[in-house]
């Protein structure tokens, strides 16, 4: 079955960019997301890639893709103490967009 | 301004004793979902609504059920919730042709 994984945990200092990295094992996946979700809260979608892109750009945010190896990865630059919280990676196979296929989140502390 | 809106945000309620968790929603979009994040776990996918054709995920448990009475509401009911079932509850919707969805904050159930 589909699965996605991620890397539980990350520390990073203020200022300092942070990458989170994710695989995934369904090869059909179309789209590809990274939400957010702070303590308490729903999900945010920060962005989404597309499966036939390698890379997106989105002011702070960088999204790469390798579908060769079923690798994504978030970057962000410049990090802030406001950037702490749960980042999920997702896939979805279609353009149902909500069912999708999340990972554990990976925990992002920015150290002051 | 929330398009997607769930009440109670905080819910306890009693072993075995039947519970409704409800979601609305402003953006007249025909497809709306529930899922189930436990601790530290990722979100699952319960079931959704496309229009009033309801998709139960293979592996959701008969306990909990859905009704969606217009395209605004969307409720889940939980028959007998056991303490396996505390959790957060999100509440999404998503349109045929929209590459993202849309999250509620969620309902934090506890069971006493």
């Known amino acids: 079955g589909e699965d996605v994984e991620q890397s539980l945990f990350l520390s990073v200092r203020e200022g300092d960019s942070s990458v989170i990295n994710c695989t995934y094992t369904?090869?059909?996946?179309?789209?590809l997301y990274w939400y957010k979700q702070e303590p308490g809260a729903g999900l945010q979608l920060l962005t989404y890639?597309?499966?036939?892109?390698d890379m997106k750009q989105d002011q702070r945010l960088t999204v790469l893709l390798n579908k060769k190896d079923k690798h994504l990865s978030l970057r962000i630059a410049d990090t802030q103490t406001g950037d702490s919280a749960i980042y999920f990676c997702a896939e979805g196979a279609n353009t149902n967009a909500g069912k999708s296929t999340f990972g554990d989140g990976t925990t992002l502390t920015v150290k002051p | 301004d929330a398009m997607v809106i769930q009440n109670p945000r905080y819910q306890v309620t009693q072993f075995g004793k039947p519970v409704t968790l409800s979601c609305s929603q402003t953006?007249?979009?025909?497809?709306m979902y529930w899922y189930q994040q436990k601790s530290s776990q990722a979100p699952k996918l319960l079931f959704h609504y496309y229009d009033k054709d309801f998709n139960n995920e293979a592996d959701t448990p008969d306990n909990f059920q859905s009704r969606r009475p217009n395209t605004s509401f969307c409720f889940l009911d939980i028959r007998s919730p056991g303490l396996g079932d505390a959790a957060m509850y999100l509440c999404?919707?998503?349109?045929?042709?929209?590459?993202?969805?849309?999250f509620g904050q969620g309902t934090r159930l506890t069971v006493v």
């Open positions: 890639i597309f499966s036939n892109m």
């Open positions: 369904d090869s059909s996946s179309t789209y």
């Open positions: 953006l007249n979009h025909n497809v």
């Open positions: 999404a919707t998503s349109r045929v042709g929209l590459t993202e969805a849309f």
